[in-house]
Structure formats: C-alpha cells, structure tokens
C-alpha cells in the first residue's frame, strides 16, 4: 500500500506546521517503520521555535543520547523574542482594542491608518509588529494566538505582500486549530484574491513570471484546502464546486495530478446528493451533479499522469465497464482510502457509495441479473448482498422497474423505454427560459444604449 | 603624372586601379600578351567590360571597337547639337544632349577619361545657353512653347552635368590648349601596356584564344609577388569598394583575397582577409533561386571554422556587429586599443545563418533521388560541427542574443531526426576542440539534448526563437511517440491562437507539428485522437503544400512566377519531409475507424451527411459509385475496401487488406502499429455490426459475438456494456442467459419528425445564444445559469484543455468544429501570403 501513499508528494506544497499531522498520521497507520517517520518528524520540527516538542522527538529518537546544547539556548532566544514581540504588539493591541477606537474605524483603510496616526500615534511600523508576532506565535505552536493577530493585522495594513502572507497564516493556523467554518471563509477570501489577480497577456517574462506565481498559488490552496474540505460538514461538495472549475481543474491537471484521489473520492463520496435529485438538496449545483462524469473523463485522459485504485476504479467502471476488474479496484481502493490521512474517516462512506455505483451501472446495463453474481461484484456475501439489494431498488427509483424473482434468485429489470413525447419535452425543456434570458439580455443592453444593433438579433431569437 | 589622379571623375576609378595596375605590372614583367588575354578569359567578363578593356585598342586605331564608335557617336551628336544652336532649336539640342550625356556616363563607367571635347563642348553650350536666356528675356517676340520647354529643361540639365565635370571645365577654362595635351598625354600614358597586349592579341588572331598552361604559371608568379603583408589593408579596401559593383568580377575578387589570405602575418590581418573573403564568397551567387556552387560552400565552411578558431583561441581580438570606427587601413594591435580588446566590425552570426541557408537552399536544388544529394547531405556534419564551433565560442565569450540563434539553427538540424542520426552528428561536433555545454555525450539521451537546448531558448527573451524552439521541442516528443507530452506542451503553449501570426516559416514548422503530432497518436493507438488531429489539414486538401514539399497546382489560377519562386524557396529539402502517403494513409485508416461505427449507428439518410471526416467520405462515397472494383492497387484502394469490408462485418477481409498496405514498411515499429490495427478492426467491427444488425435481431448470444470477432468474452461485454451505457444502443444484457436483448422501438413519422423539430429548435437557440455573446463581446454576464456548462468555459485561459478532452472522447462533429476552423484559419494565411 505504500506506494499509494501521497505524503510525500503532497507535503512539498504544504506548510511545515501542516504537515505534522500528516506524519503523525503516518505514524499510526505502520505503513512506514516508525523509527523513520519520527526522524522525519524530528526534522520537520528542528527549524520551528517548538523546542519542546523537538526535543521530545530526540529523545523519542535517540532514547540514549544527550539532548543537544542548542535546544537550550534556542529555547532562551525563543523566550526573549517571544517577549520582545510581545511588548512591541501589545502597544498596537491595546490601542485597537479600545472601544472608541474600533468605533472610529471605517472601511477605509488609509483613512484608519491616518486617524491611528493622529490620534494615537500608531505608525505602519507598528502595525507590522502584529504581523511579526503573529507570524512567531504561529512559528511554536499557538495558532490560536496567531490567527488573532494575523486578522488584526489585516484589518490594518495596507501592504498588499504582506496581507497575502497574513491570508496564508491565518489559514494555517485555523486549520491547525481545527476551526473549520474560519478556515473556509479563509480560504474562500483567499481563493478570490488570489485568483483577482490579472494577468497580464501575452508571452513576456513578466506575464509568464506572473502566470507561474499564480498556478503555485492555485497548487497550495488545492492541497491546503483538503484539510477544510476533508474536515467540514459540507466540505465534499464544495470541493468539487472548486475544484471543477476550470481554471482549479487545469491546475489539477497540470501541476497535481495526484488531487485527482481526493477529487474522484468527493465526487463518489457526494453521490446520494447527486442521486437523490434536485427535490432532497437543492442547493447542489449542475456541476456537482455531473462532477462524476466529468472527473471520469478527467481520470480518463490524466490517466498516463496518475492512477492510483481510486481513479482506476472509476475508470473501470464508467470507461471500460469491466465489473470484475472494478471490483477488484475497489478491494485496493478501499485500502488506500482506509490509509489516506485526508480520506481515512470515510472509509465506510466510501464503500457504501461505490457500491451504489456499481449496482446502479449494474443495473442499467442489465436485463436479468444473478443476486448471486451482483452480491459477488459488490464484495458481500450472499445474505448480506440480497439485503443490500433490496434497500437499494427500494431507495433509487427503480423500484417501478426492478423485481426480485427469488425462486431464480435473479432481479429482473424491466426499464420501459422513455416515450416519445418524454423525450421531445425533454429536449425542449430549457428553452422558453433561455429564450426569455436572451430576451432580458437584449433589452439590457437596449437600455444601456451600448449596443443598438443587437436588434436584428433580438428579432432572430423571437 | 599618372593616369589614376586624372581618372578621378570618372567614378569607379578605384575599382579600376588594380586591375589597371596588375596588367601594366604584368606587362612589365613579362611582354608575353598571353597573360593579358588569358585575364580576360578567366575572369568571364560581361561585354562591356571587355569593351573598356578593347579601349587601348581604340586608341592606336587598330580596330575599330565599341569605344571608338562611341567617341564617334559622341562627336556626331556633338555637330548636330552645335548646327541646333545656330538655328536656336532648342528641342534638338535637348535631345542630343541627352544622347550625349549617356554616351558620356557609359564612358565613365567603364572608367575612361572623359574626351576633352566634351568638356569644350559643355562650356561652350553654357555660354551659350546663357546668351540664349538672356536674348529670350528680351526679345518682344516669345519662342513657341515647346522650344521654351526645351531651353528651361537644357538650362537644367547643363547645370547638373557642369556640376559633375565642375573640375574639368575649370580647367579647361583656365586654359583650353593645356587641358587638351593633358587630355592626350593622359591617354598614351594608359596605352603601352595595351599596346604590347594588343600586339599579342593580333598574333594570337583572336582576343579569346585561351592558353591555360601559360596562364596559370605565369599569371599567378606574377600576382604573388605583389601581394606582400605590408599592402594587405590597401588591397582590402580595393577589394571592398568593389564589392556590390555592376561590373566587378566576382571570381577574380575571392582569389585576390585567398592570396591576401596566404599572406596575412597577424591575427588582426588574418581576421579582416577572412571576413571580406566569406562575405565576398556569399555574394558569389547573386541569384535567390539558384544555389551556391558546392566548392565555394565547402571552402566558406572552412573559413568560417577558421575565423571561428582564431577569434576564439585570442580573446583580445573579437567581432562585432557595432564598433567605433577605425581606420581600414592601419594595423591594430591589442596593445594600441583602450581596453586591449581589438574590435573588428563584422558578424560570424550572419556568417553561420547564411551558411545554414545556403546549404538548405542547395538541398532544395538539387535532385533528391540522385547520388548527389546524399553526398550533400554529408556535409551537414561539417555546417553541424561549425554550428557547435559557433556556439561554444559565444558560449565562452557570453553573447547571448547570437547564442540563442545558434542554438536554434542547432535545434533545427537535429529535432526531427531519429536518435542514430543525432548521435552521428553529435559525434563529429565532439571532435571539435571547442568545449560544450550541451552535448550528446553529458546529456545520454537526445531528448535531454533537445530538451536543454529548448529550455536554453525558452529563457531568451526573443518571441520568435521561443516558439519555433516551442514547435520543434514538442515535434520530437511527437517523434519518439510521447503522444501525452507533446499533446500538452503543444495546448499549453496556446499556440494555435497566435500561429497566424507568425511567419510563413514558423507556420510551416507549425503543421509539421501538428501532423506529426497525429502520426504519433496513430502510432501509439490513439485513433480518434489521430482522427481529429489530421483532419484539419486534410481537408484543405493542399497538405502537400502546407507542409512545403510541394507546390500547390490550382486549378483555377495561376501563380505568377514570383509567387511561385518564393514558394519554392520555401519548401523544405526532401530529407526532412513527412511522407504524405503515409500521412494519408494513417488518416484514412483513423477515419475508417472513427466513420464506419458512426455511419452504420446513423438511421437516417439525412444525418448521414453530417460527416465527420469529409474527405474520407467523399472517398467512400466514389468508391460508392464505382461499377466495378478490381483488386486494390494504391493505398486508398485498400483502404476504400477494407472499409466496405468493415460495414459488412468482415473484420477479417478488412484487417488483411489494410495490413497489406506497404507503406506502413516506411513507419517505425510498423509491427506493433499492425497488430494495434488489427485490434481496433475488431472492436470497430464489432461496433458496426452491432448497430448495422441490431434492427434484425431480438436477442444475440454474447459468446457467439466474442468468436465471431476473436474478442474475449470480457472484451465483448465490455464494449456491448460501453454502448448500452452511452445509450448509442438500446438494449441491455440478460446476465444469466448471456445474451444480448434488444429493445427496438420504431418511430413513426410523426415523432420522427417531432424530434428533429425539438433538434432544430435546440440547435436555433444555441445559435442565438452564440450570435448575442459575440456582440456582447464575450462578457457571459447575461446568461450566469445555474448550469453554466456553457458560461464557465468562455474566457478561461486554458479552455484548451478542455476542448481537446471533450474531443477526444465525444468524437461527435460538434467540438471538433472550433479548432478546425481555427486551424483553417491559420492555414488561410499561409495560402493569402502564398498566393
């Protein structure tokens, strides 16, 4: 299973601080010896100000060595700029945190910063003290205590580098705090900023230094935001409502195949919204309907790039439609999952919604099914897939259609094909509204008086 | 007095002197007039040049040549304009005067003295002009309008020629009877030598009687001894103001410098003598459409080397394009300059650039089927050494911007070659002394070689050279059948958005691209891939042309010459094109296997006509026609035929005709490409069999459907599965009994028409949708719905992408329109610019 495993290439676009858990998590799975994740883990913590919990690692590590002189003395440096930071942050903090003063503040952010000046004497300088020990705080440990300060600086400055930097921390530190709903207003300003900025065109270095920038960025918050998406309630479907856009999908497939596990896993995981229709939620959006389809054409063509179980799963199943290899898939596949940091709580959930899969593909491609065969594609036991298969034809639709003949032991499928008229109501559904949308266009742009010579046209569409 | 300081008026003086000068040396050196005569036969000269050099003849009245009758002309014209002044007849005068200013330039330009009576003459018509002028000022009675013309134009034109002569007149004015001696003294001081030639050439009979053996010992033991090191810079300032003359002789100019070259002492000498000697071999051939001579090319390759080694090896002499003047005619020194660096003007780039040129331009012109081109064709180790040279020097001497062009032309020889030529060529570059960055040797693979030298112009700041490095890159990819790679960097580059407005030649490079692109998805067994991809070009039906290896024939215009000569110049040298009958036939036989499935899958006769691939069916349909069909003979042929096998379900007769088609001999690993073949006709043939025989049938086994087609039983239901799923068949498996269950509904007309009615009514909306966004100017604010399936894809940068997965797997017309079109269109500017 190791091989499967993304640490590795996934911590590369993470932050130190976030990838503790991943190797803690290592740690617990055994896929790698322990004492290797530890030396990691000792690495990873060296740099960072959390001399305590590197020194624990030492000793973890080497249980009869000596703890190194330099842990001492950095811990004394640690404490003096802790507290150096500290007093330089407080003279800011105590002034902001006066009620007049957050009464006085407006929208404007030079305007603050004048009326800082002439009331309290707060310079720019001062302000980035925030920043500092925001960042220190985050750097041993408290994110609590940087996210704070992350915020009120932001609030403040007006250096647009820095304030990106202060987005990042702040994210960082929610997510490590574990502060879901925070973190994903966090990401979503973070994500709109980022993706805000223009570009310019054309092949100049510059532009292209730009363009560069900016798929990095767009890399980090892909990876970042598996720990909101992975974490919050309704986090799946807004995973794939971002990840499917296009411009987060062209990222995927250009710089991180390997998001693909985690974005086929969502797509599968969400399936009972999708499936349950428009009536049960109705604030899923076309795209996380057809997020399946669509990320098994992107599997499909990323293929040469990535596969892992996940992705060969779907691929089986919707590309080739060989039941027993995705079947097979879905035995590794449920593996992997059990083993991946992000997706490790869902295993169930996972299981029981690709069976659905396969059933419902199952389903519709065959007229007369063996109980005993479906039971066996979907990994159950005969019982168990007998029972399994009723709670199914009684959940989805098909209960009109499907029949279980129990003296064969066969379902029998009867899908009546769609009528005529269905399928001319169908095809014509949408069109009075998008009709009446042109229509609304037209006159918009009438009033405006931009663009008389739309007429014509307006004249085509009625 | 000598007769160079008088021949100051006369323009080409300069260009004369040597010539003037070697054949009065020689006639001192040696009476024999063999010398003289065998100069003229070797240097091939135009007519007017041997007249200038019959003048001496002229002067001794032993035959009446051209220069006599010229100076005869001129006098004639000279009474007639004077009998003109008697009567006032201004016209006349004009005109003769115009005649007589001609014969006196042909004079000049064959470097002859001026007649003094000419000089007469002009001083006298501006006296008298003048009085003409004044008298007309004062006369009651007006001449007649034409005749004032005249006089106003004379007064002119006499005032412009005056100006040319200013020095003789004055002379002449000063007094008449000394400027005639000098005239005529001037005269016989030119004449002994040619007079002794001309006695040569009355005992030889005849002016052109060659006698080689004597020529060259004789003529060359002459010459030498007057090219010493000490007049190199004066000869060299001779031989460049020569250059570019009408009437310099090209052949005489590279040997005066090949001597120079012998002579050279110093670096400073050495490189000078070099950069005239390669420039002046260059212009040898001042033709665009013909080639330079092999010999010539050859000897500029070494001299290029060899500038190359002498500028590399001393660091304190360098070439550049832009200097501070200097004097020509002085020796440098690095010691002399400022900063110890001797710059001379000059560029090896252009050098190496022309080179390359020249050698693509000979392969061109010569036939490719001949031994002739393969023993060029060997010289392009030599032009790649001399590249590599080139490149290490700028290299070690850090000049990026001739760098990066190096680089590219190093690109260019290698990217569509297979690896065993590359490492031949590598090999030799090795055996230069000049050290690479970048070579075969510490690079292993080719692909790492192209791949640093691309990334090497990726970082250049210069557009052009990046998209060409761009083009060639993601063509070796294609080469060494990196289908996924290509295919990516290719859309990545976003390319096809601007191809149309490159050059022609990067255009050119551009479909070589794409071509080659399809041809390594067809290898590589991506069919519909390969499919989409070649269609394009296909249907222009000009892929010959587009790819330059061929003129185009239209057959409703013809090209004029011009146009056609810039297409020849541009089409590419026959080693490095794509076979085009392969090309056609991995096409047709995609299209075979993308079409067939799909015709068969369409009911109706109108839909029908919704071809994917247009020229594939109009193919099929002639075959359609024809009354009777013998044995395949061409490509087509078997491919026609397989495909009529393939519609009626006979995968066998189909896979044997198209494994029997030969030119899949010229694709590499044609083995495997046949058997990937063969396995598709399989599928295919399943696939059309199943809709072709579905509307006859209630049940088929699928046992007898994987034996039928040689499939696994796996493979089978996974393609029966795939088609119920994609609901292009309506049927569904019966697990137990292992059959396939048909559900057949027939439509009658009227919901037939139904449907097609709700298609049309679709297709108008998307229309208008599509019309109103174009005058919106793109902005999809207007139709934000919540299935914004169609909204999200405008305006983002790298819809690409997604346009090309679509199609890959839809397969359907509709996605594959936006990019032909574009494509066309990029093609449509290579044909305005072509035409």
Redesign the interface.
């Known amino acids: 299973m190791a091989e499967y495993d993304l640490t590795k290439t996934i911590i590369p676009f993470l932050d130190r601080h976030l990838a503790f858990p991943l190797l803690a998590h290592l740690a617990e799975t055994g896929l790698f010896p322990v004492d290797h994740v530890r030396a990691a883990q000792y690495e990873l913590a060296k740099p960072t100000n959390m001399v305590d919990y590197s020194v624990s690692l030492f000793t973890q590590l080497h249980p009869e060595d000596e703890v190194p002189e330099e842990f001492a003395s950095k811990r004394e440096n640690t404490l003096t700029t802790n507290e150096r930071l500290q007093n330089e942050a407080q003279s800011v903090l105590d002034v902001i945190e006066n009620p007049e003063v957050a009464q006085a503040l407006r929208q404007d952010k030079m305007q603050n910063l004048q009326y800082l000046k002439d009331h309290y004497n707060l310079t720019l300088g001062q302000i980035t003290a925030l920043y500092h020990f925001g960042q220190f705080q985050y750097s041993y440990g408290n994110y609590r205590g940087a996210a704070d300060y992350l915020y009120h600086f932001r609030v403040l400055s007006t250096d647009n580098e820095l304030n990106l930097s202060a987005h990042w921390g702040k994210l960082a530190s929610n997510i490590l705090d574990g502060d879901w709903d925070v973190a994903l207003e966090e990401l979503n300003t973070l994500r709109e900023v980022i993706d805000s900025r223009a ?1 310019p065109t054309g ?1 100049t ?1 510059s532009g292209e230094l730009a363009a560069v920038a900016q798929l990095q960025s767009r890399t980090w918050i892909l990876h970042w935001s598996l720990f909101v998406y992975f974490n919050h309630p309704q986090g799946r479907t807004m995973l794939l409502e971002t990840f499917l ?3 987060y ?2 990222t995927v ?2 710089a991180a195949p390997w998001i693909l596990r985690y974005l086929a896993t969502a797509a599968i995981l969400s399936r009972k919204q999708s499936s349950g229709g428009a009536s049960t939620t109705g604030a899923t ?3 996380v309907r ?1 997020a399946l389809k669509e990320i098994v ?2 599997v ?2 990323e293929g ?2 990535y596969h892992d179980p996940i992705t060969d799963f779907l691929k089986e199943l ?5 039941f ?1 290899a995705a079947q097979r898939e879905l035995t590794a596949a449920e593996r992997v999952v059990e083993n991946d940091f992000f997706l490790g709580e869902f295993r169930e959930d996972f299981l029981d919604n690709a069976r659905y899969l396969i059933s419902e ?1 199952y389903c ?7 109980i005993a ?1 479906l039971s066996d594609r979907l990994n159950l036991s005969r019982d168990e897939g007998e029972k399994w298969i009723v709670n199914l034809i009684r959940e989805t639709r098909m209960g009109a259609d499907a029949k279980i003949d129990l003296e ?1 032991n ?1 379902i029998e ?1 009867n ?1 009546p ?1 769609l009528p ?2 269905q ?2 109501i169908e ?2 559904r ?2 009075a509204f ?2 009446q ?2 229509g ?3 006159e ?2 009438q009033m405006q008086g931009q ?1 008389p ?2 007429q014509p ?1 307006a004249a ?2 009625r | 007095m000598s007769s160079d300081d008088d021949a100051a008026i006369s323009r080409p003086a300069a260009s004369s002197k040597p010539t003037g000068m070697s054949r009065f040396l020689k006639g001192q050196s040696d009476s024999s007039s063999d010398s003289d005569s065998s100069d003229d036969d070797e240097s091939d000269d135009s007519d007017q040049d041997r007249s200038g050099d019959e003048e001496s003849g002229d002067e001794v009245k032993f035959i009446k040549s051209a220069k006599d009758k010229r100076v005869d002309a001129m006098e004639a014209t000279m009474k007639a304009m004077e009998n003109a002044q008697k009567i006032n007849d201004w016209v006349a005068i004009s005109n003769e005067f115009d005649k007589l200013t001609r014969l006196v330039q042909r004079q000049a330009n064959v470097a002859e003295r001026v007649p003094s009576f000419f000089i007469r003459n002009l001083s006298s018509l501006e006296t008298s002009l003048s009085a003409a002028l004044a008298k007309e000022k004062d006369a009651k009675k007006k001449m007649n309008a034409s005749n004032a013309k005249a006089l106003n134009a004379m007064k002119q034109k006499v005032k412009k020629t005056v100006k040319e002569h200013e020095r003789d007149i004055v002379q002449y004015q000063k007094d008449p009877e000394a400027f005639e001696r000098e005239y005529a003294a001037s005269v016989s001081i030119e004449t002994p030598a040619p007079r002794t030639r001309v006695s040569g050439i009355s005992e030889g009979g005849d002016d052109e009687t060659p006698e080689p053996e004597d020529f060259t010992t004789v003529g060359r033991g002459g010459r030498v001894a007057q090219y010493t090191s000490d007049g190199i810079f004066k000869n060299l300032q001779l031989v460049q103001e020569a250059r570019g003359k009408k009437n310099t002789d090209k052949a005489e100019q590279i040997n005066i410098l090949e001597r120079l070259l012998e002579v050279a002492v110093t670096a400073y000498q050495r490189i000078r003598v070099l950069l005239a000697l390669i420039s002046s071999r260059f212009d040898y051939n001042s033709s665009i459409s013909s080639h330079m001579p092999i010999e010539l090319w050859l000897s500029a390759q070494r001299e290029v080397d060899q500038l190359i080694a002498i500028v590399a090896s001393d660091p304190q002499y360098s070439v550049e394009e832009v200097t501070q003047d200097y004097d020509e005619l002085l020796e440098r020194t690095p010691e002399q300059e400022a900063d110890g660096v001797v710059r001379i003007r000059g560029s090896i780039i252009s050098f190496v650039d022309r080179l390359d040129d020249e050698f693509t331009k000979s392969l061109q012109n010569i036939d490719p089927h001949g031994t002739e081109y393969v023993e060029r064709l060997r010289d392009e180790k030599g032009l790649y050494q001399t590249i590599c040279r080139s490149q290490g020097f700028y290299e070690k001497t850090e000049q990026t911007e001739p760098l990066s062009r190096v680089i590219l032309r190093r690109l260019e020889h290698i990217y569509s070659k297979p690896d065993a030529v590359v490492q031949a060529l590598e090999s030799s570059a090795a055996l230069s002394p000049s050290v690479l960055s970048v070579s075969l040797a510490n690079k292993g693979t080719t692909t790492a070689l192209i791949h640093s030298l691309c990334v090497h112009l990726y970082k250049s700041g210069n557009p052009v050279l990046r998209t060409r490095a761009m083009l060639c890159h993601i063509y070796h990819h294609a080469f060494h059948n990196d289908f996924y790679t290509a295919r990516d960097m290719f859309l990545m580059s976003h390319l096809q958005e601007s191809i149309h407005a490159a050059d022609v030649a990067t255009q050119i490079l551009y479909n070589r691209t794409v071509v080659q692109i399809g041809l390594c998805a067809f290898r590589v067994g991506l069919i519909r891939e390969a499919q989409a991809t070649l269609q394009d070009i296909f249907t222009t039906q000009r892929v010959k042309e587009l790819l330059a290896q061929g003129v185009h024939q239209q057959r409703y215009q013809t090209m004029t010459a011009e146009q056609e000569k810039a297409e020849r110049q541009r089409q590419l040298p026959f080693h490095m094109h794509i076979n085009t009958e392969l090309l056609e036939a991995a096409f047709l036989v995609s299209s075979m296997l993308v079409e067939i499935p799909l015709l068969a899958s369409i009911e109706s006769e109108e839909l029908k006509r919704k071809a994917v691939s247009k020229p594939f069916r109009r193919l099929l349909d002639f075959a359609d026609r024809q009354v009777f069909t013998g044995p395949p003979e061409s490509t087509r042929d078997h491919i026609m035929q397989a495909s009529k096998a393939l519609q009626d379900g006979d995968w066998e007769k189909c896979r044997d005709l198209i494994q029997s088609i030969k030119i899949w001999m010229l694709m590499p690993e044609a083995g495997s490409v046949k058997e990937m073949l063969s396995k598709r006709i399989q599928e295919e043939g399943l696939r059309t069999y199943l809709f072709t025989y579905a509307p006859h049938y209630s049940t088929v086994s699928l046992s007898l459907l994987s034996r039928t087609f040689s499939l696994s039983p796996r493979a089978t239901t996974s393609i029966v599965s795939k088609m119920i799923w994609n609901e292009e068949l309506s049927a569904s498996l019966d697990q137990s009994s292992g059959v396939v269950v048909f559900h057949r509904i027939e439509l009658n007309r009227a919901q037939q028409l139904a449907q097609t009615l709700a298609d049309r009514v679709n297709a108008m909306v998307e229309q208008n949708e599509k019309s109103l966004d174009l005058k919106m100017g793109g902005t999809s604010s207007w139709n934000e719905r919540g299935d914004g399936a169609k909204g999200e894809k405008r305006g983002e940068q790298t819809q690409e992408r997604k346009g090309r997965t679509e199609r890959s797997r839809g397969g359907g017309g509709g996605a594959t329109r936006g990019k032909g079109g574009r494509f066309a269109q990029g093609l449509g500017t290579v044909a305005t610019r072509v035409r």
């Open positions: 570009l092949l270095a856009v296009p411009t999908l062209n497939q250009t959006s076309a795209r057809h054409k992107v499909q063509t040469y790039q919707y590309v080739e439609f060989d027993e593909a519709r491609i065959h007229h007369r099914i063996d065969d064969k066969v499928i899908r094909p005529m008229y399928t001319v095809k014509t949408g069109l998008r009709t949308a042109l609304a266009a037209i918009k742009t663009v010579e739309v046209a085509e569409a």
